[in-house]
């Protein structure tokens, strides 16, 4: 497994499915995990149950509230984190948000929430920990997207065209701060996390008829990628982006 010890991490919207997985597999790989979580009460229950899976299999962590959508509340989450550990070495922008609905129907509230939590997130994160990255040098921006920001989606323009954003931020600015910091993307097919609870049945077996691999994936299906992205395993990667999404996009 790679290494990562003495790293300081950061992952948005850790305390659930593919966050949680990444933010434990971090720790594994021996980084100190800042567990980020919306200002809410379950929100809360839920970091500290990470933090404590994590430092109870010998890891750092502390958990760390921020709205992501929020500028005020992204900068004083990075001013938090880097007055305990200092500047992160790796930032994983995970946070984001997944509802269903064809266009001709969607409320225009439906789209600007999508934007500003999985577009938006991932820029303001970004622009207020880069500084830090760029000072310390040697550091890793690791983009959550998804297939379909690559191949679309019916009844998910919305979700397809900010994840679309994301991989396209993510070459642009691998072009502006490498070699100082990398910046790279995963794309993942659909995974079985509580992001899919408002799908749909007849989507989610139309989805799993057509991919290649047979089934939907796992969360431990795509925190490796995370863990290799962060490493110096990875240290000749940027403006990529990884896709460990069973063949649903090949490209």
């Known amino acids: ?21 990444i933010a434990e597999a971090l720790a594994d790989a021996g980084a100190r995990v800042a567990v980020n979580h919306p200002p809410d009460e379950d929100e809360r229950s839920l970091a500290r149950d990470v933090v404590d899976e994590i430092t109870h299999a010998g890891g750092e962590a502390m958990a760390l ?13 990075i001013e938090t984190f880097e007055s305990e550990w200092g500047p992160a ?3 994983v922008n995970n946070a984001g948000i997944l509802t269903q609905s064809e266009l001709v129907d ?3 509230e439906m789209w600007d929430e999508t934007m500003d939590v999985d577009l938006r997130g991932v820029f303001l ?42 991989i396209a931020f993510t070459r642009a600015l691998a072009r502006e701060v490498s070699p100082d910091v990398r ?5 993942p097919g659909p995974v079985e996390t509580s992001l899919l609870n408002d799908i749909s049945e007849e989507w989610r077996e139309a989805k799993e ?21 962060a490493s110096d395993d990875s240290s000749y990667y940027t ?8 063949g649903d996009a090949m490209h």
């Open 1 to 21: 497994m790679p290494q990562l010890d003495e790293a300081n991490a950061l992952v948005t919207g850790a305390t659930r499915g593919i966050g949680r997985g």
């Open 65 to 77: 509230e921020g709205d992501v959508s929020d500028a005020d509340s992204v900068q004083s989450m």
């Open 89 to 91: 070495d790796v930032l």
């Open 106 to 108: 969607m409320p225009v």
């Open 125 to 166: 994160t970004t622009r207020f920990a880069l500084p830090g990255m760029l000072e310390s040098g040697d550091a890793s921006i690791i983009n959550v997207a998804s297939q379909l920001g690559i191949k679309g989606g019916e009844e998910l323009v919305h979700y397809s065209a900010a994840k679309g954003g994301v």
């Open 183 to 187: 910046v790279n993307a995963i794309a």
């Open 209 to 229: 008829a057509e991919l290649p691999m047979d089934r939907l994936g796992r969360v431990e299906d795509i925190a490796p990628t995370a863990v290799f992205l």
């Open 239 to 246: 403006g990529q982006t990884l896709s460990p999404d069973g």
